[in-house]
């Protein structure tokens, strides 16, 4: 056993993690950062946003060779094929590079060492480290921060633990694609995934229990997904409580209730369960500190001090939202504020998230609904992009822009987008909420065209000429 001394202990190398420590220790101070699984990098790299998006990208361009013929181009579409292994081969070989450059980084700053082994409190200011290569390391820190990120939520449903039933990180690594595949689950990994697998030939069906699939997505956007989803073959089933999964010659059967209705079931091969993430806080120790938690995550206050001072929690381990770049988001605030630097935590109201479906959804901010909640007075600007010359010309003109704005301060509260290359917009909606953009700027500001960024001023001016309207109608008739 060793023993080591360090101002700052960090465990858990995820987005949350490990620019955390990059920032203390671009700044000097004496840094542990301890990982216990494969590479710097945590579900996100190697489980999450990453996999997951290569699998889309391959789904992507399938759907557009398949579609290539309403651009004119005659291509012998039913001779495409996919290839499963150069699939896994593409995402193995980026996930090395993705992970390679993490240690990289990592490695060029001398006061950061990276240990990688399991990471265990022992008291609140200590702790000890099960290393990979067998040896036992004691660390004394003053301060820790914990960044342990979440891990699957499987409702006990009875026979959820057959070898054919995955979850959203063992389907990442499936050998095959699935003939009949049964999601269980319609939050944004069971849309993108089963729309993903959908594309590359499997039936999809999806069971959800909620009236609506993505429920805390904008209804109208929420809604017409939904419904191009099951226009496009997705078999989805809302108020449906699951009750078992049973296995025979035949297949596996899921067997669920439609609310109020007689037992119904589903055949399929394979079953995914995405039923949501819970705070990966097993084996960290926290009961031999004052750490508390809840199902929900680790409890912090404001500056992200847990219930221990001293000990910090950024990311999944602190509960909703779950998102790769709200956890390094939350950790660079952290570092800055540790450091005594002045620093605005992050706030939900000005977050952003891609759910990367077929058409993207971008969400940032608040919605309409949530808006009101917080007693703001808003008002929608929106905009159809059936009207909108980039879209006409890409192919994806099935989709809606809505902007939230105070019709107090004027400023935009909320964007929601439902379009192909929504994500590629959420920059800009994020800097119109975070600066407070008042909505008569945005629809002055000049957008190069035809880009899809013109939607935000076409929805703005929109909304402006029916206000002069209503000006111009109020002085006639007064
Ligand atoms: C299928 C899927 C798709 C996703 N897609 C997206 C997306 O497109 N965009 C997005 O923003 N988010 C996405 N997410 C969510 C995103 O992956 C997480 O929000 C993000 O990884 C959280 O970062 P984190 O650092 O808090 O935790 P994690 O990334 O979970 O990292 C925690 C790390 O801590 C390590 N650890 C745990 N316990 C210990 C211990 N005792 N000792 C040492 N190390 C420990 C773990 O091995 C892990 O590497 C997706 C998630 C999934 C499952």
Not at 23 to 32: Q, T, Y
Not at 109 to 125: A, H, M, N
């Amino acid at each position: 056993m060793t023993i080591q001394q360090v101002e700052f202990l960090i465990i858990g190398g995820g987005p949350g993690g490990t620019p955390t420590a990059m920032a203390l220790a671009a700044a000097g101070k004496s840094v542990m950062l301890v990982e216990k699984g494969q590479g710097l990098g945590g579900t996100c790299l190697f489980e999450g946003c990453i996999p997951s998006k290569i699998f889309r990208e391959s789904a992507r361009r399938l759907r557009e060779l398949r579609e290539s013929g309403q651009f004119g181009l005659c291509l012998p579409t039913q001779d495409v094929t996919v290839n499963w292994s150069a699939v896994l081969e593409r995402k193995r070989t980026i996930l090395q590079q993705r992970g390679e450059a993490a240690l990289h980084k990592t490695g060029q700053l001398p006061t950061l060492k990276t240990v990688f082994g399991s990471c265990s409190l022992l008291d609140p200011r200590s702790a000890v480290i099960e290393s990979e290569i067998g040896e036992r390391v004691e660390v004394h820190f003053e301060k820790a921060i914990l960044s342990t990120g979440s891990v699957p939520f499987l409702p006990p449903i009875k026979g959820s633990d057959h070898p054919r039933v995955y979850d959203s990180e063992s389907i990442l690594n499936i050998d095959h694609i699935p003939k009949r595949l049964v999601i269980i689950g319609g939050g944004p990994i069971g849309v993108e995934l089963g729309q993903v697998f959908k594309t590359f030939g499997s039936e999809v069906s999806i069971l959800e229990t909620a009236s609506r699939i993505l429920g805390p997505v904008d209804e109208e956007l929420g809604s017409h997904l939904q419904q191009r989803m099951t226009d496009d073959g997705i078999d989805i089933q809302t108020n449906c409580k699951v009750r078992a999964i049973v296995t025979t010659g035949q297949g596996v059967f899921v067997e669920y209730n439609i609310e109020g209705g007689e037992e119904q079931h589903k055949i399929a091969d394979t079953v995914l369960m995405v039923t949501g993430r819970r705070p990966n806080v097993n084996g960290l120790g926290l009961e031999k500190t004052g750490v508390q938690h809840d199902a929900h995550g680790i409890t912090v206050n404001a500056t992200l001090e847990t219930t221990e001072a001293g000990i910090y929690a950024v990311g999944d381990v602190t509960g909703q939202p779950m998102f790769a770049h709200w956890a390094t988001a939350q950790g660079l605030a952290l570092a800055r504020h540790l450091m005594g630097q002045p620093v605005k935590f992050p706030t939900t109201e000005t977050n952003t998230a891609v759910i990367f479906s077929e058409p993207e959804i971008g969400i940032a901010g608040l919605t309409e609904q949530q808006a009101k909640q917080a007693g703001l007075n808003v008002q929608v600007a929106r905009y159809d992009y059936k009207q909108d010359a980039r879209a006409q010309i890409a192919g994806c003109a099935d989709g809606l822009l809505k902007i939230i704005f105070d019709t107090d301060s004027r400023r935009v509260v909320g964007v929601h987008i439902l379009v192909e290359g929504a994500g590629e917009l959420m920059g800009e909606a994020a800097l119109l909420i975070k600066s407070g953009i008042p909505i008569e700027a945005v629809a002055a500001a000049i957008h190069p065209h035809p880009t899809l960024t013109e939607s935000f001023v076409m929805a703005a001016r929109n909304v402006m000429s029916q206000q002069t309207k209503q000006a111009n109608s109020a002085a006639k008739n007064p």
